[in-house]
Nanobody
Framework: VRLVESGGGLVQAGGSLRLSCTAS????????MGWFRQAPGKEREVVAA????????YVAESVKGRFTISRDNAKNTMFLQMNSLKPEDTAVYYC????????????????????WGQGTQVTVSP
């Protein structure tokens, strides 16, 4: 399966962006999915995750109340709605798919994701 992120760009603080992760080559309907980000000089961190059926979601504390993860399995796409963006949200954002299908619950760590997109840059200016 190939994952392609889109929707990144340059936005002023307080603005919004909506990232999309579109899959091709295989359905992602039965895979848990996640959004990660990596800022320069920092480790990759999980931003949000969603189970294959959308029944369980996780959002990192640093973005809680501002970011929302969702998915549309019929369109083979996952989304990350980002509101009230801050300069510290600046990073390359990656989407990833779980290595297991129909997992009960969310993947525990990034090691459990084995399909990754190339990333999309999000830059938030002060």
């Amino acid at each position: 399966v190939r994952l392609v992120e889109s929707g990144g760009g340059l936005v002023q603080a307080g603005g919004s962006l909506r990232l999309s992760c579109t899959a091709s080559g295989q359905s992602i309907s039965y895979y848990g999915m996640g959004w990660f980000r990596q800022a320069p000089g920092k480790e990759r961190e999980v931003v949000a995750a969603i189970t294959w059926n959308g029944g369980d979601r996780y959002v990192a504390e640093s973005v809680k109340g501002r970011f929302t993860i969702s998915r549309d399995n019929a369109k083979n796409t996952m989304f990350l709605q980002m509101n009230s963006l801050k300069p510290e949200d600046t990073a390359v954002y990656y989407c990833a798919a779980d290595q297991a299908q129909r997992r009960v619950g969310l993947p525990g760590t990034h090691y459990e994701y084995d399909k990754w997109g190339q990333g999309t840059q999000v830059t938030v200016s002060p």
